[in-house]
Structures are given as C-alpha cells and as structure tokens.
C-alpha cells in the first residue's frame, strides 16, 4: 500500500514499537491518530509528528473498553478522514509462574492483546472494505510462533492474535483490504527485558526497535502476510515447534531461556 496520503491508527503510540512506528509513518506523510492511556506522552509525540508535514491527534485510549474504541474511530473520521491503516500494536506482556498469576492479571492480558486489537479491527473493516483500501497490521512476537516458559497468558494471546491475521487476511483479500501480522523478539532498549533491566543469554538474542520498525512498514508497503524479526535459527521457531513441541522444550533449556525466564518469574513472585 502507498502510505503518503493515508490516514492511520497506532495504538500503543506512547512509547516503544509504537512511538518510533508512528514518527516513521509521519515522515512517510501518513497523518495519525495516536491511541494510549498515557495522555501526555502521545500529545507530545502528536507535536512531533505535525512537525513532519502531516496531521496528528493524540485520543486516551484503553484499549480494553469498547466505548473508548468506538471513540477513537468516530474521532480518526471527523478530524482526520476514514482511516487507511490500522496499527494494532498496544499490548501487555509479563514473566511469570502460571499457577501463581492473579485471574484478574490474566483477563486483563486477554482483553487487551486480543480482544481489543480484534474489537477496533472490527470497527475500522467495514469501512476499508467499503472503499477498496486499507491494511491492518497486527504486533504479535516470536512468542506467538513458539513455547516460551514462564510466558504462557502472553505467549497465547501472541498465538491467538497471529490466527485471527491470517484468517483475516483471506477473508479481505476479495475487498483489496491488506492483512500482516508482525513478529518481533526481544526487543533492544524497548522491549519487556530492557524495561526490566535485564540481558537475555547471547544464545537467544535479540533485535533493535528500528529493524522492528522497518519490517512493520515493509510488510504493510508489501503487504506480506507476516514478517519474523529475528536473529538466525530464532525466525524457524514454529517448524521447531511443529515438528515437536518436546523438541521446542529441549532448545529452550539449552539455550538458557528456561532458566532465564524461569529467574525473571521468580522476580515476580
């Protein structure tokens, strides 16, 4: 898809992935509407990015709420125009034991990593598919092609969000309307490890926010069904798991991740 003209949706707009995602698509000439809880971050990303050349508004956002959902679309219509792209980025993730997690933290992660992106996806579809145009990009993570331990609410929320974009996918291509889900792995500077202040082992490794970035956009310009962001034998983590899940399990413990995330889950307890 062409991206200068659009208009585009980023949730999540406040920091990480989504913050240098939105300034990226601003220098493309895509206007904005930037959706999060954190007011003042995304006003002053909005700043920045009007100082691209294109239009932005900043729109508090929980994604778990359908009526702040509903809001955000009707205010991406009225101020900015019927929105091009969407950008379903905003998420939570944690490190921990399953059998000590709180319900509570686990219909929180569920709402807001499937149901919302799934809810404002539903809101925006009717309308691309209407004009012939648009693209959808889903945020998923290489938790969402293999068995992470000690991730397991994240991870199958990330396995949950990858589905919905290839179902999806084939059921807009008659509508000329893109699907692409995106999978990064952890994430330099940004992701839930850095914002821990921890390393993961070098056997794992890990990726930097702007190759993240430019794979999104690559993948929405292409409109490629998905896109791994990922260090060598990381990106085939899903032929891995489906030629054997115990086989998965045995790369996990020996490339320290078991160990690794099982510390960072006692952490937490």
């Known amino acids: ?15 990480g992935i989504g913050e240098r995602l939105a300034e990226q698509l601003a220098q493309r000439g895509v206007s904005l509407a930037l959706a999060a809880r954190s007011v003042d971050d995304i006003e002053g990303l909005a700043e920045r990015v009007r100082t ?16 702040a959902l509903e809001t955000l679309v009707k205010r991406t219509e009225s101020e900015l125009g019927p929105p091009d792209l969407l950008v ?10 399953f059998d000590r997690m709180d319900p509570d933290a686990i219909e929180t992660m569920i709402a807001t990593n ?13 309308g691309m598919a209407e004009r012939r145009r648009g693209h959808i990009v889903n945020i998923s993570s290489t938790a969402g092609k293999s068995v992470p331990p000690f991730m397991t ?7 949950a969000i990858a589905a919905f974009s290839w179902c999806l996918r084939l059921e807009m291509q008659p509508y000329g309307v893109g699907v692409s889900v995106v999978y990064p792995h952890y994430v330099q500077e940004v992701g839930m490890f850095a914002r821990r202040g921890t390393t993961p082992p070098r056997a794992i490794g890990s990726v930097s926010v702007d190759d993240v970035v430019t794979q999104t956009i690559r993948a929405i310009e292409e409109n490629r069904a998905e896109v791994v962001v990922a260090p ?7 032929v891995l798991v489906a030629v054997s899940v115990d086989g998965a399990i045995s790369a996990s413990k020996r490339t320290g991740a078991y160990d690794f995330n099982r510390r960072e889950a006692d952490k937490h307890s």
Do not use: F, Q, W
């Open 1 to 15: 898809m062409e991206l200068r003209g659009t208009v585009g949706i980023v949730t999540g707009a406040s920091r």
């Open 52 to 67: 691209m050349g294109v239009e932005a508004i900043a729109v508090p956002t929980d994604v778990t709420d359908r009526a």
């Open 153 to 159: 609410v994240y991870a199958s929320t990330k396995h």
């Open 88 to 97: 379903n980025n905003a998420g939570i993730d944690s490190v921990e034991h």
């Open 114 to 126: 499937v149901i919302g992106p799934e809810i404002l996806t539903r809101l925006v579809c009717p």
């Open 232 to 238: 060598g034998l990381v990106k085939m983590a899903d």
